[in-house]
């Protein structure tokens, strides 16, 4: 059974940081791409950052371009997200995803999904 577990979301305040870590179990992902997608009360879930498995190249969205930062450890099949200078629109459930078989930024790319931590930003 494949499984994905998040962890490292809580409260934090503006212009703070917080780590998110996403370890796989079940099944290697030392050869899949990876993602991390969140969700803000009342909106559609959207992409934040996607990393290759093969040259590790990485992708953002513009709004967190510049201060998250995406990074994978395969040796641990965990996958992580260093978010810094944080601001209050941050703010939402944050999701890893797994296994991608399309294009990094699309949600229905991804077969497998974590059951999410909520990151919230105070201002």
């Known amino acids: 059974q494949v499984q994905l577990v998040e962890s490292g979301g809580g409260l934090a305040q503006a212009g703070g940081s917080l780590r998110l870590s996403c370890v796989a179990s079940?099944?290697?992902?030392?050869?899949?791409?990876m993602g991390w997608f969140r969700q803000a009360p009342g909106k559609e879930r959207e992409f934040v950052a996607a990393i290759n498995w093969s040259d590790f190249s990485t992708y953002y969205a513009d709004s967190v371009k510049g201060r998250f930062t995406i990074s994978r450890d395969n040796a641990k099949n965990t996958v992580y997200l260093q978010m810094n200078s944080l601001k209050a629109e941050d703010t939402a459930v944050y999701y890893c995803?797994?296994?991608?078989?399309?294009?990094?930024?699309?949600?229905?790319?991804?077969?497998?999904w974590g059951q999410g931590t909520q990151v919230t930003v105070s201002s």
């Open positions: 995803a797994g296994d991608r078989k399309g294009f990094y930024s699309s949600s229905g790319a991804y077969n497998y």
């Open positions: 079940g099944r290697t992902f030392s050869r899949s791409g």
